[in-house]
Each structure stands twice: as structure tokens, then as C-alpha cells.
């Protein structure tokens, strides 16, 4: 039975060996770890298994214990043993990750067999797992990246260039525009493909914890660091490491960086020598680094050896060629995932897409046609099955409007247009007086009151106008309203 180990890590020596000695019989390698400072070198050396862990424990902390276990290792699964009485620090230790706990009652040997059985099995499936996800992202590669408009296959032709070697390459573009999916590309369809794939969102990490992840730290480097720990660039050895959001790394991060493009060496934190790495740098932005160079807030030297190799990606508006193909891509991945039989959508739902602006990018597209899929009940997604929004700014744009609403009405737009675009609702509609006095108004103010030209504006006799002028309460008073508005 191979990667059978068991760690035990339990003070009381009699009670270690008896279960030793039952676990052994099942075919198990067993260590003893007699204090939780052994128990934590075990960690360190890069225990991988099933640890029976004792929560009190002489010298050190047994949820210090647990979480360096699970920090060097997460497929390592942890089995709690409690006395009796002790169940909220127990449950406290599940929360925090613990698999299972027993408490040291009768029988405590069979419950442990049970349970490490089990914890073996569930390590073997969350395995599986994630090699399955990881070879299908990796068959996918290229592929899943749609794209058939210029503007994209000349980003394309671009990145043929950049895979095989190890140049820095930055992947600027707005939100959700598939930065991240083409460095993931980047490094799959490469002669470093078979190495590891290690992003980092620098965004939302405090400096220090940044830091940490990014270079490492050695055991006592600062409170809380129980063990020693390998940082991203480390992890990403013989690979490609993603820097994502590289705009939101802080001045002092920016120059540690820089170090390590310079000398391929990086320095754990604590740490007193440097360890080499041969890592390929694919770093990611929404913002606009050279502005924040010129500004002084990112390093002008670190940019340009980020940006050997830049690639824009476009926005979906600038390549609305897109469209089609992706609705069609995401259609059948979410058809597919929800077990519906979807085969197309609606033209005039194709006419909607295409010509709406997604602020948003293609994870905006994605996630409308994920939601249409969800509500769909056809066998074609229909214009119900959009959002509100998407079918509201296509309206507004029809009509010559910017999505901000600010557009001007143009003169060549049909009367139903603006219509439409000013009463949005049956219980909005104007009546038909009110719709005539203002129309009286209108043309009576482009004529300056002249009552004869108004009335061959209006297409009316100059006795009727009169009539209507006089329901209104005169002409004065309908000018002086009209001025008043105007
Ligand atoms: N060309 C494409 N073909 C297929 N799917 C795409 C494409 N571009 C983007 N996507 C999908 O759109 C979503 C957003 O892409 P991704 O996360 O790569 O964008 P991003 O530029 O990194 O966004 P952010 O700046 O918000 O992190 C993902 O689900 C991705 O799979
Ligand atoms: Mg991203």
C-alpha cells in the first residue's frame, strides 16, 4: 500500500503506541511524534498523510500544530483526539480544518481505524478531483480561448511568439476582457506547459501577507509563521507565475520584484540565503501602468522589464465580430452543465447582443448567457430570457441615445421613436388633450405666436386653432406657458 503514512502526534506514550500498533496491523506507516515541536518538523520536512493529533499537548499549541500541518500540506488530513470534556476546542479545530475528531473513550482503536480508513478515502477523492480539473483545463488550452475577429487573431499572432520563450509578458486590458484565461494559455500551450501554473492576485492583500506569499518565509520569520513555507515564486519553479492586478502592488513590493528579475534569486522572508528560480513572469492589469509610471506610482524599470512582451487585449466592444461565436461557445458549456437541450437563440436575441456595449467584457457576456440558460424553457433562448438591462440599453442606443441617457434626440428620428423612449410606460402615456396643447405650444413658439404660420405648421384651419386657443385660456396664456417651459 503505497502513501499509507500515519503521523501520530500524542504525549502519552502508552496510548501512541497501542494505536501504533492496531494501525500497523492495517497496513499503515506509522510515526510517533511524542510533542507538538516534533509534531511540527514533520510538517516542515513535508509530512503527507493521515496525523492523528492530540489537541493538548505539552509545549505547543495543538490547533499551532494543526494549522502548520495544513498550511504545509492541505491534502493532509487530520484526525483530533480529545479527552473527554474538551469538545468545544474539538469543534473549534474542525472549523478550522480539521477532518474528524474522536474523543479517548472506549474502543478508541477501532474508532481511529474507521476514521483514518475514511480520511484516506476522502484525500484519494478530493485528489482525483483536482487532476481531473487540472487535465481538462489543460487538454482545453488554446482552445478555449474563442476569438475570430481581427483585432483578437492579431493578439493571436502575437502570443505565438511569446510561448516558448521565458520573456516577461504584461496582459493589459479592461475587466473580464479573458486576461487571466490567455496567460493560463501562455504558459499551457508552451515549452513550460508541464511545469506549475502559479497565479497571485496582488489586489486586496495586505503588504506583509503579500510579501510572505510571494517569497516565502522561514519557521519564526514573524508571529504566526509555525513553519517554514515556500512562496509563490518558489512553487512556480521550472513553471510561469501569474501576477494579477500587478497595478495594486505597493512601491516597496515593486522594487523586491525587480530584484528578482534581475538576479532569477529570491529571498525568503527570515531567510538567509537566496534560493535560484526559473520562473517566467506573466503579469496582468486593468490599469494603465505607464499613466502610473508617469505619475510615479509604479517603477518605470520594473515596467519596462515587466512589458518586454505587452499584449492589449481589447475590449468586446472593439471586436463586437466576437459575439456570435462566443454566445455560441458559452450556450453549449451551460447547456451542456445544466442538462438542458438549448440549440441556438432567437435572432433578434443575436441582434440584442451584438449590439449591446458590455461594460463588463466577455465575463459579462458569460454570465448573461449562463442566467438565459437557466430561465430558457425553449429550446431557443428568447428576448425574455435576457436581463432587463441588456434589453434596455439596446433599446436606448436604437434610438440614438448613450447609454448615460445624454445622446440628443436627432431630428431623423421617427415620432414612434421618441415615443418610445419618453414614455417607457402604458400609465406614462399622455392623453390626447394634453398631447394637443403641447403641440399647440410648440408650434405657436417656433412661430413666434404667429397664429396664421402655426396653423398651416399644424396642418389645421385658422378658426379651428382659434377654438383650440381658446380652450386653453387664450393665446397669451398658452404662450406664456410655452415660454415658461422652453
Ligand atoms: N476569448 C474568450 N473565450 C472564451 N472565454 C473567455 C474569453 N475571454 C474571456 N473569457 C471568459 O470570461 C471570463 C473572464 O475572463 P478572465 O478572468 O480571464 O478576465 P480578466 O481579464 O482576467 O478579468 P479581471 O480583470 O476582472 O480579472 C472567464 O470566465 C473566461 O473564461
Ligand atoms: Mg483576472
Known amino acids: 500500500m503505497p502513501d499509507r503514512r500515519v503521523l501520530i502526534i500524542d504525549d502519552e506514550p502508552g496510548l501512541a503506541g497501542l494505536l ?71 469543534i473549534e479545530a474542525t472549523r478550522r480544518g480539521a477532518y474528524d475528531f474522536l474523543t479517548k473513550t472506549d474502543d478508541l482503536a477501532g474508532r481511529v481505524r474507521v476514521s483514518v480508513k475514511n480520511a484516506f478515502r476522502d484525500r484519494e477523492m478530493s485528489g482525483r478531483v483536482s487532476e481531473l480539473e487540472e487535465e481538462a483545463s489543460a487538454r482545453e488550452g488554446f ?46 500551450g508552451g515549452a513550460r506547459g508541464a511545469g506549475p501554473f502559479v497565479a497571485l492576485n496582488c489586489a486586496g492583500i495586505p503588504d506583509t501577507l503579500l510579501e510572505s506569499e510571494l517569497f516565502g518565509h522561514e519557521r519564526g520569520a514573524f508571529t504566526g509563521a509555525v513553519t517554514a513555507k515556500k512562496g509563490k515564486f518558489e512553487l512556480a519553479d521550472g513553471g510561469t507565475i501569474f501576477l494579477d492586478e500587478i497595478g495594486e502592488m505597493s512601491l516597496h513590493l515593486q522594487s523586491k520584484i525587480l530584484r528578482v528579475l534581475e538576479t532569477r534569486e529570491v529571498d525568503r522572508l527570515g531567510g538567509s540565503k537566496p534560493v535560484k528560480v526559473d520562473v517566467r513572469i506573466v503579469s496582468a492589469t486593468h490599469r494603465d501602468l505607464e499613466q502610473m509610471v508617469a505619475h510615479g506610482e509604479f517603477r518605470e524599470d520594473l515596467y519596462y522589464r515587466l512589458a518586454v512582451f505587452p499584449i492589449r487585449l481589447p475590449a468586446l466592444r472593439e471586436r463586437q465580430g466576437d459575439v ?163
Open 20 to 90: 501504533e500498533a492496531s494501525l500497523e496491523n492495517e497496513g499503515y506507516e506509522v510515526r510517533l511524534a511524542h510533542t507538538g515541536s516534533a509534531g511540527l518538523s514533520q510538517a516542515e520536512s513535508g509530512f503527507d498523510g493521515v496525523v492523528l493529533l492530540d489537541l493538548r499537548l505539552p509545549d505547543v499549541e495543538g490547533l499551532d500544530v494543526l494549522q502548520a500541518l495544513l498550511q504545509a500540506n492541505p491534502s493532509n488530513r487530520i484526525v483530533i483526539m480529545t479527552a473527554h470534556g474538551s469538545i468545544d476546542a474539538a
Open 143 to 188: 482552445r478555449t480561448l474563442v476569438a475570430r475577429s481581427p483585432e483578437m487573431t492579431r493578439v493571436f499572432q502575437t502570443l505565438r511568439h511569446a510561448v516558448d520563450s521565458r520573456v516577461t509578458v504584461l496582459i493589459q486590458g479592461e475587466s473580464g476582457t479573458g486576461k487571466e484565461l490567455v496567460a493560463r494559455a501562455l504558459h499551457s
Open 324 to 486: 456570435p461565436l462566443l454566445v455560441d461557445h458559452f450556450l453549449r458549456g451551460f447547456a451542456k452543465e445544466e442538462g438542458k437541450d438549448i440549440t441556438g437563440v432567437e435572432p433578434e436575441v443575436m441582434d440584442c447582443l451584438e449590439s449591446h456595449t458590455y461594460p463588463g467584457n466577455v465575463r459579462e457576456l458569460e454570465n448573461i448567457i449562463s442566467r438565459a440558460v437557466v430561465v430558457s424553457s425553449g429550446p431557443r433562448i428568447s428576448i425574455s430570457d435576457l436581463p432587463r438591462q441588456v434589453l434596455d440599453a439596446t433599446r436606448m442606443r436604437r434610438l440614438g441615445v448613450d447609454d448615460d441617457g445624454t445622446g440628443e434626440l436627432t431630428p431623423d428620428l421617427s415620432l414612434d421613436r421618441a415615443f418610445e423612449l419618453l414614455f417607457r410606460r402604458t400609465d406614462e402615456l399622455p392623453s390626447h388633450e394634453q398631447l394637443e396643447a403641447a403641440l399647440i405650444r410648440r408650434a405657436l413658439r417656433l412661430v413666434e405666436g404667429d397664429v396664421t404660420r402655426a396653423a398651416e405648421l399644424l396642418g389645421l384651419s385658422r378658426p379651428t386653432l382659434y377654438r383650440r386657443l381658446e380652450r386653453l385660456g387664450g393665446k397669451d396664456a398658452v404662450l406664456a406657458v410655452a415660454e415658461a417651459h422652453g
